[in-house]
């Protein structure tokens, strides 16, 4: 009996830190995203608490149009993870900062070179 209540303890309190790690990180994130053929991407991703997103992407210089995506996302350790694909063609991954976001490569590494600093999105 005591190993069950331990059992459901540790699972509980690991549950909370969880959910904690997901309200600490909702709020709404800004940037302009480099872009291959316009003059920068701009980017709002707002997180929910529950774990839902609203991701929206405006090609500067190119369209007026702006592009929304929704869905879900998880926060594994200090990795937030998009699940909707239709975005880029990949789960879009970002590494969690303090007031900060930054996209990862599509093997989620954190893009190195000239333009990382322009991969941040700041809440």
């Given amino acids: 009996m005591k190993k069950i209540l ?10 909370a830190c969880g959910q904690k790690k ?10 302009v995203l480099p872009c291959a053929d316009c003059e920068g991407i701009k980017t709002m991703l ?6 839902s997103y609203i991701l929206e992407t405006q090609y500067l210089g190119k369209s007026e149009e702006i592009n929304n ?23 879009t991954q970002y590494l969690v900062g303090d007031s900060t976001l930054t ?3 599509a ?17």
């Avoid at 331990?6 to 549950?15: D, E, T, Y």
């Avoid at 309200?23 to 800004?30: D, I, L, Q, R, T």
């Avoid at 093997?107 to 809440?123: C, D, Q, T």
């Fill in 107 to 123: 093997e989620g590494n954190v893009i190195a070179g000239e333009f990382a600093a322009m991969y941040v999105l700041r809440k």
């Fill in 46 to 51: 707002e997180l929910q608490a529950d774990s």
């Fill in 22 to 31: 997901q309200v600490e990180v909702a709020g709404v994130y800004n940037g």
């Fill in 103 to 105: 996209q990862l490569d």
């Fill in 69 to 91: 995506y929704v869905g879900k996302f998880t926060l594994n350790e200090d990795v937030l993870v998009l699940d909707n694909a239709k975005y880029n063609g990949f789960n």
């Fill in 6 to 15: 331990l059992v459901i303890g540790v699972a509980a309190l690991l549950l």
